[in-house]
T-cell receptor, first 112, second 113 residues
Framework: QKEVEQDPGPLSVPEGAIVSLNCTYS??????FMWYRQYSRKGPELLMY??SSGNKEDGRFTAQVDKSSKYISLFIRDSQPSDSATYLC????????????WGAGTKLIIKP | DADVTQTPRNRITKTGKRIMLECSQT?????MYWYRQDPGLGLRLIYY???????NKGEISDGYSVSRQAQAKFSLSLESAIPNQTALYFC????????????FGEGSRLTVL
C-alpha cells in the first residue's frame, strides 16, 4: 500500500461546477500538506499549502485537512477551463527533514 | 527567465548511451532535487542535495548518478541508458524548513530507444 493514495482520474466536469479532489494517507506524522497544479508539458507549481489540520481558502480554492481521518481535500468553486490540469497532493513531516511524499496526481478536465 | 532551468528539454537517445541532464537555479536555494515522473506513478525522487558537499540517494537511484557543481547547479547522469528510463525528469529546489515547498523546472523529456 502506498503512503499516499490519490485517484488518477481523469475527472471530467462542466464549467462552473464545484470540484472535489482528495488524497488519503497512512503516516500520522505528516504535518505539512500541499497541493500542486501541473499543466501539460510544465513543472508542478504550488497551489495550496496547509500546516496541520483545518481549512485554508484562496480565491476559488479551498484546502481541507482532516488528520483524524488521514484525508485531505482540494475544492475548486466555479471551475474554469483554465483549471484543467493534473493536481498532485504532497505531504511531509519534520522528522523526514521535510521530504515530500507524493500522490500519483488526478487529471482534471473542465468542459466549456 | 525561469528560476529553475533544465537542459535539454527533449532528448532522444539509444540504449547504452551516456546522458546528462543539467539544472541551474537562480533562487539562491541550497536544496536541489531530481525527480522522474511516469504516468500513474507520480513523482519519484532520484537524488537530492542539501548543499554542495551533501548528496543523498532517493527512492530510485539505481542507474543514475548526480553531480553538484555549485550551489546553483545540479546535474543528473544516466551512465548507460535503458528503455525503462524513458520518462519526464524534473529538477526542483527548496529552502531549508518551510515544510518542503518545492520549485520545479519545466522538465526534460527523455526517450531511450
Amino acid at each position: 500500500q502506498k503512503e499516499v493514495e490519490q485517484d488518477p482520474g481523469p475527472l471530467s466536469v462542466p464549467e462552473g461546477a464545484i470540484v472535489s479532489l482528495n488524497c488519503t494517507y497512512s503516516n500520522s506524522a505528516f504535518q505539512y500538506f500541499m497541493w500542486y497544479r501541473q499543466y501539460s508539458r510544465k513543472g508542478p507549481e504550488l497551489l495550496m499549502y496547509t500546516y496541520s489540520s483545518g481549512n485554508k481558502e484562496d480565491g476559488r480554492f479551498t484546502a481541507q485537512v482532516d488528520k483524524s481521518s488521514k484525508y485531505i481535500s482540494l475544492f475548486i468553486r466555479d471551475s474554469q477551463p483554465s483549471d484543467s490540469a493534473t493536481y498532485l497532493c504532497a505531504m511531509s513531516d519534520l522528522g523526514s527533514n521535510y521530504q515530500l511524499i507524493w500522490g500519483a496526481g488526478t487529471k482534471l478536465i473542465i468542459k466549456p | 527567465d525561469a528560476d529553475v532551468t533544465q537542459t535539454p528539454r527533449n532528448r532522444i537517445t539509444k540504449t547504452g548511451k551516456r546522458i546528462m541532464l543539467e539544472c541551474s537555479q537562480t533562487k539562491g536555494h541550497d536544496r536541489m532535487y531530481w525527480y522522474r515522473q511516469d504516468p500513474g506513478l507520480g513523482l519519484r525522487l532520484i537524488y537530492y542535495s542539501f548543499d554542495v558537499k551533501d548528496i543523498n540517494k532517493g527512492e530510485i537511484s539505481d542507474g543514475y548518478s548526480v553531480s553538484r557543481q555549485a550551489q546553483a547547479k545540479f546535474s543528473l547522469s544516466l551512465e548507460s541508458a535503458i528503455p525503462n528510463q524513458t520518462a519526464l525528469y524534473f529538477c526542483a529546489t527548496s529552502a531549508p524548513g518551510g515544510g518542503g515547498e518545492l520549485f520545479f523546472g519545466e522538465g526534460s523529456r527523455l526517450t531511450v530507444l
